[in-house]
């Protein structure tokens, strides 16, 4: 057997005979910072990262590794409160192996969450964004011999962002007062934050947004048919001068994700609940 079929076999196995019968129909994937709202998520079931077999552990700040299943807009659902990345040093397969074990555990659509910079000069900290599309500079996931039972070898990515989810959530934040922008997301592998000539760069190719995650999680949900939709919190500025300061900031990036959270929590309940 395909050695990353059995890691993805095994961790679904223990998953499932944990979460007492339930069939989540979501998942969200909760950024640096973001994990707060899966607090909110009813009758909760925890399940720490380090408890699971042949899964990773998430190293970065912001990122507590557990996986929550409850309910959540009366929907059942799993959230990952953290996420792994390509910079922490695990290659492609491990760093999306959640998103099969959700897959496998029957999961019908993903919500991702990022803290990203800003490259469009209207956007400010603390604005929330639809992403309506993305550009990939890191390997792609699927790499490798195709894993024929999620998915074909070359899957479609024209909507890789659900159009359908996006207008319900624009037509959801217009109801409650909730001003959202629509942007394309550049991901790149970090850790190190851009230079201004990479800003520059990303911004003339048609890029709003930059993080160093997200990406790689939709692209193999998207071979899974999984259908996404993914937001980004406006944490910083990308700054695009070279000047004698530190503009970027890992501590800052999380304590300015935690206070859109309040925002992104009602958005999120209620466009599960559509569901």
């Known amino acids: 057997m395909d050695e990353r079929i059995n890691k993805i076999d095994t961790a679904a196995q223990f998953i499932a005979s944990r979460l007492e019968g339930r069939k989540p129909l979501a998942a969200i994937i909760l950024g640096s910072g973001l994990g707060e709202l899966a607090e909110i998520i009813e009758d909760r ?9 042949c899964f990773p552990v998430s190293t970065v700040i912001g990122h507590k590794g557990n996986f929550i299943c409850g309910f959540l807009g009366g929907k059942c659902v799993l959230a990952m409160q953290g996420r792994f990345h390509y910079y922490e040093g695990y290659d492609m397969s491990t760093l999306t192996l959640p998103v099969r074990v959700m897959s496998k555990l029957g999961v019908q659509f993903l919500f991702v969450s ?3 910079g800003a490259l469009n000069p209207e956007y400010k900290v603390g604005d929330t964004v639809i992403i309506r ?3 990939n500079f890191m390997p792609n996931p699927l790499i490798g011999p195709n894993m024929e039972d999620f998915g074909p070898r070359f899957p479609d990515m024209t909507c890789a962002y659900d159009l359908e989810l996006q207008k319900k959530a624009l037509e959801i934040a217009e109801g409650m007062g909730i001003k959202l922008h629509r942007g394309i997301y550049f991901g790149g592998s970090g850790p190190s934050y851009e ?5 520059r760069f990303f911004r003339s190719s048609g890029a709003d947004l930059v993080g160093m995650s997200t990406v ?3 692209i193999v949900a998207r071979h899974c048919g999984i259908r996404v939709f993914g937001m980004s919190v406006v944490t ?5 001068q070279n000047v004698e300061r530190n503009f970027n900031d890992g501590e800052d990036v999380v304590q300015q994700a935690g206070a859109a959270t309040k925002r ?6 209620k466009l599960i609940e559509s569901l």
Do not use: K, R, S
């Open 45 to 53: 079931i925890t399940i720490p990262y380090t408890e699971i077999p």
């Open 114 to 116: 990022n803290a990203a």
């Open 133 to 135: 599309d993305h550009i």
């Open 195 to 199: 230079t201004p000539a990479e800003v």
């Open 216 to 218: 790689p999680e939709v």
């Open 236 to 240: 910083n500025v990308c700054n695009t």
């Open 264 to 269: 992104m929590i009602p958005l999120f309940t």
